[in-house]
């Protein structure tokens, strides 16, 4: 009930712009503060995060062995990329929501972000993000119904019915 509700009611279309454009802003905000600042580095960040990796309280094992091997092997060595993915991607995901222009991509990819910063240890604002974020996420595209979604999405629907029309055409034909 609640699920239709969130996917298809136009009241809850208008709270979740609310809530969206509150995330996208947030989003953008943050990531526009580190492009123009001028030299974003994440290294600090990043070193952090592996020599002090979250860890079980009673045995002290790192609880995300996993996320800390990702980071010591690739964003570590790879920092350069970091430094420009995270400022642009905040950004980029901000602008998303802000617009309501693939919502849903936007929200997957700002709560991937949330969750590498939760699994770093940095709590900050990213619990009360992940839960509007995974609100918006299962409201589909009714999040961005007030939005460039009510536009963009049709479109692509029939670009891609379009394109598995043409696909199946041409691979029926042998």
Known sequence: MINK???????????????????GWSWMTG???KITAGGFDASGFLNAAVTNPVADKATGAALYPTYNAFIEGVALPNVGMINFLIPWGEFLVGVGLLLG?????AMFFGLLMNFMFMFAGTVSTNPLMILLGV??????????????????????????????????????VA
């Open 135 to 172: 609100i918006i996420l299962a409201a589909g595209a009714n999040a961005g119904k007030f939005g460039a979604d009510y536009y963009v999405l049709p479109y692509l629907r029939t670009k891609v019915a379009k394109f598995g029309a043409n696909k199946k055409a041409h691979t029926n």
């Open 5 to 23: 509700f969130i996917r298809e009611n136009r009241i809850a279309a208008g709270i979740l712009t609310v809530i969206r454009l509150y995330l």
């Open 101 to 105: 222009c693939l919502t849903t991509a």
């Open 31 to 33: 990531g526009w503060g």
